[in-house]
């Protein structure tokens, strides 16, 4: 059987579809999953923008796609997770098989580079009718969130880095006198200031998560304050901050010190110059990936000298595990109990896998978050 698939063909410029066997169970735990939603991103974006052919080896073309939810129709015969019918998730990355990391699951923080991803580097991803891959990748999708699925792995990305501020920073930073605001406990982050920059998908997530977890959040982005995004924002009961036309110093003047920044813009220049208002033991965690090159401007006596007065943190996090699935797919119930009408606009435009052209051409005005539905799934479709 021949299945269709959406990606690059090398020497050919732009998105474009081609035909691919069906995928086969080989291994014992491999799982047969058929695609209900893909998500499109700005990988996806930047990926056919700048033709890059990162194909897997040997293969003249690349399935593009890492955001996805399907339907389990076929498990092999060691597979003790999953079985058909569940609703799943599938992860992006696969490990090396050499480093501590990706040998204790932990891919995401892989050390020789030697990893792939499945629709980025080296392996198919998910805009195609069906996969296959090992139940170690493929995560349940537990009842209630069905219709948010899809948005599990940009959640994940928020995930990994909210965790990573919660415990880089958990033996300085939870000094406040309140019991019930412990690392471990759901309401760390009500003493807590944080500034997400950029109102995509990611920011919003990523303002998604500080707010479930307490934190008084600012939402730094361009564009007016009637925009579709910024009004997603201030529903999760977020601060926007139009920046356009305006600096850091204008921006810290707003916010105060800051605990925690999230920067999921790729802006690079306000990012570092931002810094300069974190809190003392404040940290920062850049996820937005600047492409191209561009010399900025910077106090680097200031930014170094803050940075080390005040014990600060600048990190970079990029990619997720299986556990931060997991915390994404619990987030995703939250979300849904706590901004439901919110979330439902998260998804803004849905659209047949065979309209990819129009997709990847044109951008529509207002766009939060683009899928293609792939094919038919009644518990996401009726609740959507
Ligand atoms: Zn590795
Ligand atoms: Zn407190």
Redesign the pocket.
């Known amino acids: 059987m021949i299945i269709l698939a959406v990606g690059l063909i090398r020497g050919k410029e732009g998105i474009q579809s081609f035909e691919l066997p069906k995928p086969e169970i080989q291994s014992p735990t491999d799982v047969l999953v058929r695609v209900v939603e893909a998500g499109i991103n700005g990988t996806d974006y930047s990926i056919v923008q700048e033709n890059e052919f990162d194909m897997p080896p040997g293969e003249d073309t690349m399935t593009l796609g890492h955001e996805a939810v399907g339907v389990v129709e076929e498990t092999g015969p060691e597979v003790g997770t999953l079985k058909e019918g569940d609703l799943v998730v599938p992860t992006v990355r696969r490990?090396?098989?050499?480093?501590?990391?990706?040998?204790h699951g932990r891919?995401d923080?892989?050390?020789?580079?030697?990893?792939t991803e499945r629709g980025i580097h080296k392996r198919h991803g998910y805009f195609a009718e069906y996969f296959v891959d090992d139940e170690e990748y493929i995560v349940k999708v537990p009842e209630g969130v069905e219709p948010l699925a899809v948005l599990t792995e940009p959640l994940s990305i928020a995930e990994k880095a909210v965790d990573e501020v919660k415990y880089i920073r958990a033996p300085a930073f939870w000094s406040c006198s309140h019991p019930d605001h412990s690392v471990e406990s759901e309401g760390w982050g009500n003493c807590k200031v944080g500034l997400v920059v950029g109102a995509g998908p990611l920011g919003f997530l990523s303002t998604g998560v500080l707010r479930l977890n307490g934190v008084h959040t600012y939402v730094a982005e361009i564009v007016p304050e009637d925009t579709p995004k910024v009004q997603l924002v201030k529903e999760l009961r977020a601060h926007y901050i139009n920046v356009k036309d305006r600096g850091a110093d204008d921006v810290i003047r707003e916010t105060g010190y800051l605990d925690i920044i999230i920067e999921a813009s790729g802006a690079s220049e306000l990012a570092l110059n931002l810094t300069v208002g974190l809190a003392r033991n404040g940290i920062c965690v850049l996820t937005g990936i600047p492409r191209g090159r561009r010399e900025v401007c910077l106090d680097g006596n200031l930014m170094a000298r803050t940075l080390v007065r005040e014990n600060q943190v600048v990190m970079g996090s990029v990619n997720s595990s299986r556990q931060h699935f997991i915390l994404a797919l619990d987030d995703l119930r939250s979300l849904r109990e706590n901004y439901g009408p919110t979330m439902q606009k998260v998804i803004s435009h849905r659209y047949p896998l065979a309209d990819f052209k129009r997709v990847f051409e044109y951008r529509e005005p207002g766009e939060i978050k683009s899928v293609f539905e792939v094919s038919e799934m009644e518990a996401i479709r009726e609740a959507a």
């Open positions: 490990g090396c098989g050499l480093c501590a990391p990706c040998l891919s923080m892989c050390q020789t580079g030697l990893f």
